[in-house]
Nanobody, 127 residues
Framework: QVQLVESGGGLVQPGGSLRLSCTASGFTLDSYTVGWFRQAPGKEREGVAS????????YYLDSLKGRFTISRDNAKNTVYLQMNSLKPEDPAVYYC????????????????????WGQGTEVTVSS
């Protein structure tokens, strides 16, 4: 079965850190651009970060630069999102997605333009 599975979400205090994982099964990620998206209640989905298939390039939502880092381990078929200094505006369901399209406009794609999506993992920031 072809799927992406996210993990690592949870409750964290403001200023804390979480690392999300996105693991593929049924296919290998090493040819795919992978991106992280998030959607908070009542808000539109927004792109967070994307990474090229060879780990050579990455792109971030401007407001998240310096706090979030995307990386990948193709040997583990997994992409990560390290989130530091979490803020009250960061809570959302975080989704990973994969496609063969280029990394540099991946975050601008519509949902139906991306081949694979995970089910999401929830991040809550609260004291």
């Amino acid at each position: 079965q072809v799927q992406l599975v996210e993990s690592g979400g949870g409750l964290v205090q403001p200023g804390g850190s979480l690392r999300l994982s996105c693991t593929a099964s049924g296919f290998t990620l090493d040819s795919y651009t992978v991106g992280w998206f998030r959607q908070a209640p009542g808000k539109e989905r927004e792109g967070v970060a994307s990474i090229s298939n060879d780990d050579g390039d990455s792109y971030y939502l401007d407001s998240l630069k310096g706090r979030f880092t995307i990386s990948r381990d193709n040997a583990k078929n997994t992409v990560y999102l390290q989130m530091n200094s979490l803020k009250p505006e960061d809570p959302a369901v975080y989704y990973c997605a994969a496609d063969l399209k280029p990394w540099y406009h991946f975050l601008l794609l519509n949902r139906d333009e991306i081949a694979y999506w995970g089910q999401g993992t929830e991040v809550t920031v609260s004291s």
